[in-house]
C-alpha cells in the first residue's frame, strides 16, 4: 500500500505554484503458514510430545495438551510461521519421524 502526503509549495518567479509529493512505501506482512500434525494409529503418543517439544519448543505440558488434540481431533496446528519457516519445520518433522520409522505426518496451509 502506497502512502501519499501532499505539501504545498510556494509559488516561484512566473506565478506556478508547485505541489511536492512525499511517497512512502508501506511493507506488507509476508502471508503467515498453519504447521500442523495429523494423527495416525502407530506413531507413539512419546513420540509426538518430543516432537512438539524439540521442533516447535513447548514445554512438557504444553506439549503432552496438543499431542491429545491431534489423538482426539486428528489434527492440530502446532504454529503459525512464515513460508520458509514452516516448510523447514515440516520438512524436520517429517525427517525426524521417518529416521525413526514412525508414519507421524506433518502438513502446512496458508492461514
Do not use: W
Request: proline letters at 4%; a negative charge.
Amino acid at each position: 500500500m502506497t502512502q501519499i502526503k501532499t505539501i504545498m509549495a510556494d509559488k516561484d518567479d512566473d506565478g506556478d505554484v508547485g505541489v511536492v509529493l512525499e511517497t512512502r512505501q508501506k511493507t506488507q506482512r509476508p502471508p503467515m503458514y498453519k504447521v500442523m500434525l495429523l494423527n495416525d494409529d502407530y506413531t507413539p503418543m512419546e513420540f509426538v510430545v518430543h516432537v512438539l517439544e524439540r521442533f516447535f519448543g513447548m514445554t512438557h505440558a504444553q506439549a503432552f495438551e496438543l499431542m491429545l488434540t491431534v489423538h482426539k481431533k486428528g489434527v492440530a496446528v502446532v504454529g503459525v510461521f512464515s513460508y520458509e519457516i514452516a516448510e523447514t519445520k515440516v520438512a524436520q518433522v517429517m525427517d525426524f519421524a521417518q529416521r525413526h520409522q514412525h508414519p507421524l505426518q506433518c502438513t502446512m496451509e496458508k492461514e
